[in-house]
């Protein structure tokens, strides 16, 4: 369904040019749900919101790649293509804070009920009609009452909700989530964890979900993407990623954190801190923080090569003609 290609997206800054997305290539499927992991600042976002054709403006530019949507090549669309047939349609997200979602001064209802109206997708019911039914998909008790209330009336997690019924309204395609559940408490995360499954069976959609927190991914997604400084390390699928990652950084992230259900020795954090996006280091960008770092790391940036239902790169995996 998504074929994303060799994609850059670059910001240019005053002190110089970010990186943000460097040739970042993924697949995804109808009802799969991609992770994509890496600390703060790895591009994850950026990815996002290029999917979106929304890369940060001024600075931010897709200078290259290709984002393919069911054959459809979405890069270099004229930006009223993008807002009438693929914004809020095809592709919709649901991003971290509701609060920055969410307009205070319109009702909640009217909210959910906007994309359903500048879409077209009205017609029997009316759009408001509509966007109580999306309200109670997403478990709002007492939607049709409350889909008359302001977004202050309602909690964090409720907030959240009504967000993701903005964002299903349209059965887009693809649904990218951005950390969705890091503002929200622990017991709230995990019923809006079983909400987006359960999205993911009513509407078929493919999910792109964006996070930091490497236990939520575990327990939602099929495949992991793993992002450092603009480019995706490894890829694999779920269990393989947990149980046996091959890059380093994959292997030091997961050895950071305990993890449900992962046999691990004692916690440890990975060396030194995530790059100056600025001034990136040469070849691997990794290579001062990998304990395994050799004179061709410092040189070159490895080729991503194919292992086993997935991607790795790094040169200890090429060198081994994996
Ligand atoms: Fe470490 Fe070299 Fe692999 Fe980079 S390419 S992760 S520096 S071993």
Redesign the pocket.
């Known amino acids: 369904m998504l074929r994303v290609r060799d994609l850059k997206t670059h910001l240019y800054l005053k002190r110089g040019v970010v990186k943000a997305v460097d040739g970042v290539s993924f697949d995804l499927a109808s009802g799969e749900t991609l992770g994509l992991i890496g600390e703060s600042g790895s591009g994850k976002t950026m990815t996002g919101l290029s999917l979106l054709g929304l890369p940060p403006k001024p600075a931010g530019r897709i200078v290259a790649g290709s984002i393919e949507l069911d054959g459809r090549e979405l890069v270099g669309l004229d930006e009223d293509v993008l807002a009438r047939e693929v914004r809020g349609r095809q592709i919709a997200m649901i991003s971290q804070d509701p609060m920055t979602s969410l307009n205070p001064v319109f009702t909640v209802g009217e909210q959910v009920a906007a994309p359903i109206r500048a879409h077209g997708m009205a017609f029997e019911r009316s759009a408001m009609d509509l966007a109580v039914d999306e309200l109670d998909r997403v478990r709002v008790p007492s939607a049709a009452r409350r889909a008359g209330d302001y977004p202050h009336q309602f909690s964090g997690g409720m907030r959240q909700r009504v967000v993701a019924a903005m964002a299903i309204a349209c059965r887009p395609r693809l649904l990218i989530a951005d950390e969705p559940t890091s503002a929200l408490d622990v017991t709230i995360q995990v019923q809006f964890m079983d909400l987006i499954e359960q999205i993911q069976t009513d509407t078929g959609a493919g999910i792109l979900f964006i996070t930091h927190d490497l236990g939520v991914a575990a327990s939602l997604c099929h495949r992991i993407a793993v992002m450092y400084a603009g480019r995706i390390?490894e890829t694999a699928n779920v269990d393989k990623l947990y149980s046996s990652p091959l890059?380093?950084?994959t292997q030091g992230l997961l050895d950071s954190v305990p993890i449900l259900g992962r046999r691990q020795k004692r916690l440890r954090s990975i060396a030194g801190n995530p790059p100056d996006p600025l001034s990136l280091p040469g070849g691997?960008a990794?290579?001062p923080r990998?304990p395994?770092?050799?004179e061709i790391?410092r040189k070159e940036a490895?080729p991503s090569v194919s292992v086993e239902g997935g991607n790795v790169a790094?040169?200890?995996v090429a060198d081994s003609g994996a």
Do not use: D, E, K, R
């Open positions: 390390v890059h380093p950084y691997c990794f290579h990998c395994h770092a050799s790391c490895p790094c040169w200890l």
